[in-house]
């Protein structure tokens, strides 16, 4: 089960939190999930760079130069994703077992109600649940496919000879869907492609045919990351049928894995748009 | 020498010029050349693709959604680059052979009087004149460096297997600086750097840091070509000083080169820009 959950907030105080939210995001749901499922906490805490969940920003706020300012009684929200069905368990059970009044996270020092939580998409345009092998066989076989790159969004290119680290902020055809075969190869029971023959095949087949992108930069507490944000619209040239619905599936699940680096936390947030949308 | 000549014009008829003037710009340009010297004429026909020469859009006109629309007694700007001495000495012969008032293009039916014609970078920006060697001996050791893509810029990636053509329409730090390199080779009197070491060198060593882009797409008049337009800064992460002026001096030719495809159709304008232009 791949699940979106739409959580919105009442704030109880106010504050100004950096744009960077995910970092409180993660750990508030890191905080959820210790109180309900201490075992699982240790192992997601163990569990390295690649998640089996993604932390939205936090939506809503007046977007300063210095960051989110919340106000209290207003309203916000923010979206987590989970790629494990027993994740979900956990998760939803801590607001199951909650009389709605009394559940409350806090968000870098502010208190916020949870007023409502969502994981349907006829209720919310970002909630929404499937599994991997309707993501497979629903795939359209659309040779045009447009991302919503909604927040910050990098690919970690590693280390240079002898230099520092490396990001790629452009949405390269292969990074991008490189990027969502490796998190689907690895949170679903059977691989969708073999990676290398996978980015051979983007290499070759898929260009980007339109795009309004640009940069920006998150401080994080303890460093500023760098990524991109905006429309990007990619394009098969040549390939087979079923490796355009491969495509198409990968667009599908970027919805729930989301794309690139810090998906915990808060960068990476992508959904599939229409064609027109991204022109 | 490399020079930069811009041309001001004042329209003596109105017409709706479409937004790929460079098509008209490079018809005009050869029809210069043709009068002066037919020869020339002839081996600048017979070259191919990787012409001495760039010719940009036609600027000051109003642009609205079917193209540029020109207006009697309203002044226009144009420039050409040229990238060998010879062609340069025609090309200025010819309009130093000429009495101002008389001297005319026409593009695409309308007819322009030329007021000015200079190639002095204190009287505009986007003229200059400089060498190769110049370039190589004065270039910096900024490992930061911004360019401008002032007009569409794309990059032809050849065709795909059994698929139609593909281009590049991100700016990515191998395809900028590669087209840079193979255009310095091309033209210069001994090369800048060996092509292959090169774009090893730039896809380990030199990342996009920032950028504000988005695509666009012109109506040629026997095609549509897709593109980008906007900023992007690179950034060298390691690399040798030896390297990292060779990238300021390949930034620098920019101005005079173009950068990718068409660049004698009016794709390709660049120059650089001081790094805050960018972010």
């Known amino acids: 089960m791949l699940t979106s959950t739409v959580i919105r907030l009442r704030a109880r105080g106010s504050g100004l939190l950096p744009r960077a939210m995910g970092e409180f995001g993660h750990a508030a749901f890191l905080a959820i999930v210790r109180q309900v499922a201490p075992d699982l906490s240790q192992a997601l805490h163990d569990a390295g760079a690649r998640l089996p969940y993604s932390v939205s920003p936090l939506y809503g706020g007046r977007l300063t130069g210095r960051g989110v300012q919340v106000q209290p009684d207003r309203t916000y929200w923010m979206r987590f994703t989970i790629l494990d069905p027993g994740l979900y368990a956990v998760f939803s059970r801590y607001f199951a077992d909650s009389s709605a009044p009394d559940v409350a996270i806090t968000l870098g020092g502010v208190p916020f109600a949870v007023e409502e939580l969502t994981s349907s998409a006829k209720l919310d345009p970002w909630a929404g649940y499937t599994t991997f092998a309707k993501l497979a066989s629903s795939a359209a076989c659309e040779p045009v496919v ?70 920006e930069s998150w401080q994080f507490r303890q460093h500023p990351q760098v990524g991109f944000v905006g429309d990007c619209t990619y394009q098969v040239v040549g390939g087979s049928a079923a490796q355009v619905r491969q495509l198409n599936a990968l667009a599908d699940f970027a919805f729930y894995a989301g794309v690139g680096m810090k998906t915990a936390m808060g960068m990476g947030q992508c959904r599939r748009v229409g064609r027109s949308a991204s022109v």
Request: net charge positive; no cysteine; aromatic share 12%.
């Open 146 to 215: 447009a991302l919503q790159f909604w927040s910050l969004t990098a690919f970690s290119l590693g280390h240079g000879p002898g230099a520092a680290a490396r990001y790629g902020i452009l949405p390269d055809p292969v990074l991008v869907f490189d990027s969502l075969l490796r998190r689907w190869n690895r949170f679903a029971d059977a691989p969708l492609a073999d990676p290398n023959e996978w980015r051979q095949w983007l290499a070759e087949h898929v260009v980007v045919s339109a795009h309004r992108i640009r940069s």
